[in-house]
């Protein structure tokens, strides 16, 4: 097809015309076609810069705008044609930065100065790093994979990061505008995506960096400045999603709180000589791997490229459960990274065994010791984030009040300036009135002098005449004198008028510039009070500063709180070993008292049978007779010796009685220490049972952002989904689907599943649910009649919008259906997967019965063209509304700080 100069000429004139409003899609569209057919940018630059830039703000925005959305989707040579013609946006800078207000607005003039700087640098660096994209989008740049050494790596990172911060400087300056238009909004539609791309093009040349290299110090300055802006993205990106004409418009990434890690393995590295050259079966275990900060996990790219498949595969994440939302990369070539040493599998994460540090003659820790220190430390590293985050979002808050103060100094001064400018108007057009009254008096005092003048001449031709006539006119030549001389006092009176008038003219000019000379003092006032906010702003400055290092202090302090808890540790295990030994004594001392207390018992019985025995024999001896009196005494003697003997006996048993209480006392205290500890094991068990509930929830969460994932590409526009499915195929990843659910559902339920189990099943349902939508819409393109491909793929949404509730359900019951409503809840969400996937396919079994668009034949390419654009079309307003109303349903859902679901970074449509 032939180039077009006069369709682009029209389609430039409309994208840019002087119209208050966004470029329009469709103008803009012809422009990158017209790209695509001519192989470059050229005439459309030629045609661009034949525009009024200079003179009209909205046609320099507008097309500003226009040429980055060009640089996006059009030819790649219109970036090299763009740089040719930079020179022309250095004018354009140039001119609109010496814009004076009265002609041109302000604020147009500074976006459209930021706006050009921010192109030229743009334009700098795609043409310093040539395999960058016009949209630095990741997949392209993967497909060129470029071969670059460390440096000229680490130069491109900088170079990205310094383009985010133009990128930063120009919203910044969009977002002073008060009341922010559509026209001006429409540049955030290319700038969110641009930031975006730049964001994940940064973070992979990032961790190429830190995979190739055996330390993190070199790569700290540039770590920590991808942090830092980090929150300035994500906080751009927040406030243009509340913006409704960009939101409508592009997909407003949604970041994680926290920006990703960055870790380099310990075991990578080159082992010295020496120990190179040890048995190994001497050497140490292979240390944890070192962190940077922030310490979040990051995802684990595959070491050889993915084979190209006709289905996308979801990347597997390094851990089932990790902390943060794996990010899932699109189905494109991956990179290729020089092989990495194959490790051992992870053992479970509570039950692996390591050796001491100091040798292979040390002692392996027990499983409990084991599984105690890992939930410590899980729960101090969450305490640590917890702190952090605190600590970041008050000074974040301190930095946007101060912001707010400068802003409102700003505004101040701003409003002084014009209370300034309106008392020189006033005074200015005061002087005007003044100056047109005099000039006003002066000419009436004139006519009144011309009049007198007139007057004198009547009276001297009066006075010639009355000369020549007769005597008898000399009383009207009088009386003209005596008016004559009446005029002229008039005159008189009229000219000490205006001089009085003049006097108190003069005294109001005075107080005039009495009240300027206030208004100048009360600007000078305005203005201290302005370097007083300045001062006050390096004073919060200088205080951030002392709490960034009180925030280092109280590191070092939980540093030192660390070491303190191991103490408690070792503290522990003795009194566990001294309740022992004073149990195993508690217990003796108790059969000890058991026995005497059996001993007592039988000598008391016994000195009880020996009294009743002496004194049934006392009574039969009186009865008898006198003469065994003697007897009798003798008896009773004998029987005194035996009480007294037993109060002994029994003197001796009570002491031994208290000897046994207070060793009772001491058994009850080594019982309630011992029930003190008992406590703190059960404690320590909720504990690790809350880390495990916790990561069964973190599991369910990778799952369902993988099943939003799928319907993100499911709903854009540009993914066609598996070309070559059919409704044989859908039918069969039906049957998928609903097998995985089934086993998750199952496995929710069954008290006695794994961790592993349910770790598999859910990686197995995301997995299963994005092969069932790439088929569906594979499916569905093939179809002719429109009603069948809507509900092929309204019977697909709808399936896995129901995998994305059944994955709620569960995670709401913390991933195990203890009680009958909780297993009847999943029970529910299970048969509504099941009837929904029952319903796709039938709707797939009634599209086998109808011809494809392959078979049509005859179809005219408009047609197609248009029928695709409508689905498009509505496949972007349905993503909208859903979008929308996740937010709504997501503001009005109580938070819960105990499983906070971190949403994966999505790339815009």
């Not at 050009?116 to 640098?121: P, Q, S």
């Not at 939101?247 to 310990?266: D, K, R, W």
């Not at 070192?290 to 993915?306: G, N």
């Not at 290092?549 to 503290?571: C, I, N, P």
Request: charged letters at 25%; aromatic letters at 4%.
């Amino acid at each position: 097809m032939a180039f077009n100069a006069t369709k682009l000429q029209k389609a430039v004139q409309k994208s840019t015309s002087s119209e208050e409003t966004s470029p329009k899609r469709k103008h803009v569209r012809k422009v990158v076609l017209e790209t695509w057919k001519e192989l470059g940018g050229a005439g459309f630059l030629k045609e661009l810069f034949s525009r009024p830039l200079d003179a009209s703000e909205i046609c320099a925005w507008k097309s500003l705008v226009t040429v980055h959305q060009v640089i996006h989707e059009g030819h790649t040579k219109v970036v090299a044609d763009c740089f040719y013609y930079v020179s022309y946006f250095e004018s354009v800078r140039t001119a609109w930065s010496r814009a004076a207000p009265p002609a041109h607005s302000a604020v147009y003039a500074a976006m459209i100065t930021e706006y050009c700087a921010f192109l030229i640098e743009k334009l700098s660096v795609h043409h310093e790093y040539a395999a960058f994209s016009g949209d630095f989008a990741l997949e392209k740049f993967l497909q060129t994979a470029p071969r670059w050494d460390a440096d000229r790596t680490l130069q491109a990172v900088t170079l990205l990061l310094d383009l985010h911060l133009a990128i930063f400087r120009l919203q910044s300056r969009i977002f002073d505008v008060k009341a922010i238009n559509e026209c001006q909004a429409s540049a955030f539609v290319p700038l969110v995506i641009e930031a975006y791309n730049a964001y994940k093009l940064s973070e992979h040349l990032i961790r190429k960096l830190v995979d190739g290299s055996d330390s993190l110090d070199v790569l700290t300055y540039v770590i920590e400045r991808f942090c830092s802006q980090y929150v300035t993205l994500r906080s751009f990106f927040f406030e243009v999603s509340a913006i409704n004409s960009v939101a409508s418009v592009v997909a407003v990434p949604n970041l994680p709180e926290e920006p990703p890690q960055f870790s380099v393995n310990a075991r990578s590295r080159r082992p010295p000589p020496a120990a190179a050259a040890a048995p190994a079966a001497a050497r140490p275990p292979a240390a944890a791997p070192v962190l940077a900060a922030p310490p979040v996990s990051a995802p684990v790219m595959p070491a050889a490229p993915v084979p190209p498949s006709s289905r996308p595969a979801l990347s597997e994440p390094p851990h089932a459960f990790a902390s943060v939302p794996f990010v899932v990369y699109p189905p494109q070539p991956q990179p290729q990274y020089p092989p990495q040493p194959q490790y051992p599998p992870p053992q479970p994460q509570f039950y692996a065994p390591q050796l001491s540090p100091r040798g292979p003659e040390a002692q392996v820790l027990t499983n409990e010791d084991k599984r105690r220190q890992e939930i410590e430390r899980q729960r101090q590293a969450e305490l640590d984030k917890a702190a952090q985050r605190e600590e970041f979002w008050r000074l974040e808050q301190q930095r946007r009040e101060l912001e707010a103060q400068r802003l409102k100094a700003e505004q101040d001064a701003r409003r002084l300036e014009q209370a300034e400018q309106r008392a020189r108007e006033e005074e200015t057009q005061r002087r005007r009135e003044k100056e047109e009254e005099a000039r006003r008096k002066a000419e009436k005092a004139a006519a009144d002098r011309a009049a007198a003048e007139r007057a004198a001449a009547e009276k001297a031709a009066a006075d010639r005449a009355a000369a020549e006539k007769a005597a008898a006119e000399r009383a009207r030549d009088e009386q003209l004198r005596k008016q004559a001389e009446l005029e002229r006092l008039r005159a008189a009176e009229e000219a000490r008028r205006l001089e009085e008038q003049q006097r108190r003219d003069a005294a109001q000019a005075a107080s005039s510039r009495a009240e300027l000379k206030q208004a100048q003092q009360q600007l000078a006032d305005a203005t201290g009070q302005l370097s007083l906010l300045h001062q006050r702003l390096s004073e919060a400055q200088a205080a951030l500063a002392a709490e960034r290092a009180r925030g280092d202090e109280q590191a070092q302090q939980l540093a030192a709180s660390r070491a303190q808890q191991l103490h408690s540790d070792a503290e522990l295990e003795r009194l566990r070993a001294e309740v022992a030994r004073l149990t195993e004594e508690n217990r003796q001392l108790r059969a000890q008292l058991d026995e005497r207390r059996q001993l007592a018992a039988d000598e008391l019985s016994s000195a009880h049978d020996e009294h009743r025995r002496l004194r049934t024999t006392h009574e039969a001896a009186l009865l008898v007779s006198e003469e065994r009196a003697q007897e009798v005494t003798r008896l009773a003697a004998a029987l005194s010796a035996a009480v007294s003997d037993a109060q002994q006996a029994r003197s001796e048993l009570a002491a031994r009685a208290d000897q046994l209480a207070a060793s009772e006392q001491r058994a009850q205290a080594a019982s309630a220490q011992a029930q003190q500890l008992t406590a703190q094991c059960d404690l320590l068990a909720a504990e690790q049972q809350l880390a495990r509930t916790a990561q069964l929830v973190r599991g369910l969460d990778w799952c369902a952002e993988a099943v939003d994932d799928a319907l993100l590409r499911f709903d854009s526009a540009t993914l066609l989904g598996n070309p070559a499915a059919t409704g044989s195929d859908v039918v069969q990843a039906v049957a998928g689907v609903a097998a995985v659910t089934h086993q998750l559902q199952t496995l929710a339920v069954d008290p006695f599943a794994t961790e592993a189990e349910f770790a598999a099943a859910s990686r197995g349902v995301g997995r299963a649910v994005a092969v069932l939508l790439d088929d569906v819409k594979g499916a569905a393109r093939k179809l002719d009649s429109g009603e069948l491909r809507d509900q092929l793929l309204q019977a697909g949404r709808a399936a896995a919008h129901s995998v994305s509730s059944l994955l709620s359900v569960i995670k709401q019951c913390g991933g195990r259906a203890h009680t009958d409503d909780q297993q009847q809840a999943v029970a529910l969400a299970d048969g509504d997967v099941a009837a929904h996937l029952d319903a796709l396919s039938d709707a797939a079994r009634r599209t086998e019965r109808r011809p494809s668009l392959d078979e049509s034949a005859g179809d005219d390419l408009e047609a197609l063209a248009s029928r695709e654009l409508l689905s498009a079309a509505e496949a972007i307003e349905r993503a909208a509304d859903e979008l929308l109303a996740a937010k709504r349903a997501r503001a009005a859902a109580p938070p819960d700080p105990g499983n906070k679901r971190r949403l994966t970074s999505r790339a815009p449509t």
